[in-house]
């Protein structure tokens, strides 16, 4: 994006917001990597990472392209958190991320940047790479810095963090 764009419902902003990726080593195959990561969210995904105020029931993702991945309180209300882009199990997940640069949800995705997941057999180890990416984060316009700086502190990050040790846990 350059200095003369402008994000759908955001600020211009100048130069482009490079993006920002966290990896993890899990000792598990790629299947196994990627069945915690999309159907045992709600096992791992940390309790502070929320989009509202109520307690959390589960975390859910629509396993195909144009299917929604959010969170379900036990009250029952939904918050979608994003659309998936790309579903290819076991390698590759991409989904926009409904969130505002202070941190607050978007309704749609006009604004919204994306998240990329992918998951990288090592060698004969039967471990798999596990990066998650930040992407198109100038979409979050005039905050767009702030988030990437937020974002960027060291690897793996709490979500990651919290992802690795579940995979640790059998189901």
Same mark, same amino acid.
């Given at each position: ?51 509202? &105020?109520?307690?959390?029931? +589960? !975390?859910?993702?629509?396993?195909? %392209?144009? $299917? /929604? ?39 749609? &995705?006009?604004?919204?940047? +994306? !998240?990329?997941?992918?998951?990288? %057999?090592? $060698? /004969? ?47």
């Amino acid at each position: 994006m350059t200095a003369s764009q402008t994000p759908a419902g955001g600020t211009p902003v100048s130069g482009t917001v490079e993006p920002v990726y966290k990896s993890v080593v899990v000792p598990v195959t790629a299947d196994t990597a990627w069945q915690v990561f999309t159907e045992r969210a709600t096992d791992w995904w940390p309790r502070d990472h929320r989009a509202g &105020d109520g307690k959390r029931e +589960e !975390i859910a993702f629509e396993p195909w %392209p144009g $299917g /929604r991945y959010f969170e379900r309180d036990t009250d029952g209300s939904v918050r979608v958190w994003g659309q998936i882009l790309a579903w290819e199990p076991p390698h590759r997940l991409l989904m926009t991320w409904r969130v505002n640069g202070r941190w607050e949800a978007i309704p749609d &995705d006009t604004a919204a940047s +994306e !998240i990329e997941v992918t998951f990288t %057999p090592q $060698g /004969r180890s039967g471990s798999t790479g596990v990066t998650l990416g930040h992407l198109s984060l100038h979409k979050h316009g005039a905050d767009a810095e702030a988030i990437r700086a937020a974002l960027d502190g060291p690897s793996p990050g709490p979500t990651l963090a919290s992802y690795a040790e579940a995979v640790k846990v059998p189901d």
